[in-house]
């Protein structure tokens, strides 16, 4: 038999019941589209996310508090609150004999409230943060001026907005030398931001900062730091300022030398390996639900197969009255089924692209910075896990075929 | 040699318990060339013989040699090896793929023969003439009459040359000219050396064979010659 007499035969019989090809194959589509849709859009979020932690820069340290495992994320990343890390652990950091590599550090204590301005009122995140963060992440002012080194931990009630912000609470008024009430304290508005565009998680123009003792003091009644940022002087630096850090904090926490630390140390890189991992894990997480409507589509295929073996027993029975064995039987369904995959394969894998470079589209006019990718893999991955499945869910129905005795079936009505 | 050597064949069904015996104690030769009916009432067990002896189904007991080779011994996949190559058949009601071209209907057993090499459409070209049905070979099955489908089930029956044709009540579904014109052509076949086995409930169309095996019961009740032969269209030949 050569092999272009099933796939002749193939082609007659999908196309005798168009409907029925479409619609399995319609299935088929939606399960590949959803995967290619899924790593594609897997892909590019994290590629933003790691790009933006990127742009940061290289040459910084996150000090985090709590113990965490090498690789994994910190305890504090899991919503777990410690206290470990203070102010006085930022003014030690400070102490240049200490760190002798370390340009600038900050404290990060981060809170939500409403900030109201006359008639306006907002829910808003703010953050109380040191004056080296202007240095450290890397923001300029558009207009007014940052927190003044004595204002870190005076009280002072002196707020900076993010552009978003400012633009809520002003409009088009000059917020400088305003006072806005933020959790029914009232602050004088010093600083407006220039727009730095959303971030992955969260948008600092949504932001607004305060000193990091107001914000303690008297917005969250704390004494500790959620987090402290360091930039080095140096990325080939970097290695030597971490365990310079670590012994400071060590020391200054009267840990033992077996004792596991209660902070947690990461250079952006490390930020970067460890994020990496986290969105690796939401990617292949949405890949397995995306799977899940493929398996669906798989089942679809089986049906239909199934259906078309009951709607052919006299010609399954007349093929093999004229000599056609198992094997020849179990090779025409199984073209079949694979017809059917190849060709939904191929239109999902358009669909899937289609769609994710007109998500990427919408995301880049939302202000993203947003990158079309399809990854090759996701192409493979497509095309072969449909061309399985063809295999896999065709397989039982070719074989109930093949059993067919050809006597029962040219008696069947 | 004989062609086929039946002894004490047996066929039992069993359906849902109950046992119903289809075929008992058959014990006959057929020889290379004859023209044999096999003939008697409706559940004589007529065709569950012809089933058998086409290989289609097996029997519960006896022997059946085909070429003197046991093939009750064989596998599905043997048997199916051997009526691509040694048994073409004739249904009653035709059984051509609808919406197929003739061409292809009849192309359907060279698609399973193993050896088949490259002179296909000759060969399905001849068969068809030779049931001079070549300005229909376009046609799809459904365009045709009852008995140009029954002539493009012959041509797709001879198309592998096979030894014998089992013809099930090849006249069954047809009107008394067509049904005529389909013995006449199995008549030629016969006379051009093939071995036909025709299964029929009448008389009449038993009469075109040369000997006629009567059953009754499931049992073989007379196997006689016929010595007043009908032929089908005298002083005409559908073969070419």
């Not at chain 1, 398996?295 to 199934?306: C, T």
């Not at chain 2, 067990?45 to 189904?57: A, E, F, N, V």
């Not at chain 2, 190559?85 to 193993?114: C, H, M, R, W």
Request: include cysteine; proline fraction near 3%.
């Amino acid at each position: 038999m050569k092999l272009s007499d099933p796939l002749k035969i193939s082609y007659r019989t999908l196309s005798a019941s168009k409907l029925r090809f479409f619609l399995t194959v319609l299935g088929v589509v939606i399960g590949v589209a959803s995967v290619i849709l899924v790593m594609a859009i897997g892909a590019s979020a994290q590629k933003l996310v790691l790009s933006q932690i990127e742009n940061v820069g290289s040459n910084l340290i996150a000090i985090l508090p709590g113990a965490s495992e090498e690789k994994g994320p910190p305890a504090s990343v899991l919503g777990v609150v410690t206290t470990s890390l203070t102010y006085d652990d930022l003014e030690a950091l400070r102490v240049r004999r200490n760190v002798p590599h370390l340009s600038a550090v900050s404290g990060y204590v981060t809170g939500t409230g409403t900030a109201e301005f006359q008639s306006t009122s907002l829910e808003a995140s703010f953050q109380g943060v040191s004056p080296d963060l202007i240095g450290i992440e890397n923001i300029h002012l558009a207009s007014g001026r940052f927190f003044f080194p004595e204002e870190e931990m005076d009280l002072s009630r002196v707020m900076v907005l993010g552009a978003t912000r400012a633009k809520e609470l002003f409009a088009d008024r000059n917020p400088i030398g305003e006072t806005v009430t933020l959790k029914k304290i009232s602050f004088k508005v010093i600083g407006v931001l220039e727009e730095r565009g959303s971030a992955a998680f969260s948008s600092p123009d949504d932001l607004i900062y305060v000193p990091l003792g107001t914000a303690q003091k008297l917005l969250l009644g704390i004494n500790y730091l959620n987090f402290a940022r360091a930039k080095i002087d140096n990325p080939l630096n970097i290695e030597r300022s971490i365990a310079d850090m670590s012994i400071l904090l060590r020391k200054r926490h009267d840990m033992k030398d077996n004792e596991e630390s209660d902070f947690s140390i990461r250079s952006t890189e490390a930020a970067l390996g460890i994020l990496t991992t986290i969105t690796d894990i939401l990617k292949y997480f949405l890949l397995a639900i995306a799977s899940i409507s493929l398996l669906v589509g798989g089942v679809g295929i089986m049906n239909s197969m199934l259906i078309s073996v009951s709607q052919r027993v006299r010609e399954v029975g007349l093929r093999k009255a004229v000599g056609a064995q198992k094997n020849h039987i179990i090779l025409q369904f199984l073209i079949e089924s694979s017809f059917i995959t190849i060709v939904g394969g191929i239109i999902g894998i358009v669909c899937g692209v289609l769609v994710a470079y007109l998500a990427s589209i919408i995301l880049i006019k939302l202000g993203y910075d947003w990158q079309f990718l399809v990854p090759l893999s996701s192409l493979a991955i497509g095309f072969s896990v449909s061309f399985i499945i063809g295999i896999v869910f065709g397989l039982y129905p070719a074989i109930k075929a093949s059993r067919i005795s050809p006597m029962e079936a040219l008696r069947y009505e | 040699m004989s062609l086929i050597t039946v002894s004490n064949l047996e066929k039992t069904y069993h359906n849902e318990g109950v046992e119903t015996k289809a075929l008992s104690s058959a014990t006959f030769r057929i020889e290379k060339g004859e023209f044999i009916s096999i003939m008697g009432p409706s559940g004589s067990g007529k065709s569950t013989l012809m089933q058998i002896l086409g290989l289609l189904d097996r029997a519960t007991g006896g022997t059946y040699l085909l070429e003197d080779k046991d093939v009750t011994k064989f596998t599905d996949d043997e048997l199916a090896r051997l009526r691509n190559k040694k048994i073409g058949f004739v249904f009653q009601a035709f059984n051509l793929l609808p919406k197929t071209s003739v061409y292809e209907n009849v192309e359907l057993p060279l698609l399973y023969d193993d050896k088949q090499i490259e002179d296909n459409e000759q060969k399905v070209l001849s068969a068809i003439e030779a049931v001079d049905m070549t300005h229909r070979k376009e046609y799809l099955s459904s365009q045709l009459s009852g008995g140009e489908k029954q002539r493009v089930a012959i041509a797709r029956a001879l198309v592998n040359n096979p030894e014998i044709i089992f013809a099930d009540e090849p006249t069954g579904n047809l009107d008394s000219k067509s049904g005529l014109q389909v013995i006449a052509i199995l008549q030629e076949l016969n006379d051009n050396g093939h071995t036909i086995v025709l299964v029929t409930h009448e008389t009449y169309t038993a009469e075109h064979a040369k000997r006629i095996l009567s059953m009754k019961d499931g049992q073989i009740i007379g196997d006689t010659l016929v010595t007043n032969r009908r032929i089908a269209k005298e002083g005409e030949t559908f073969l070419k």
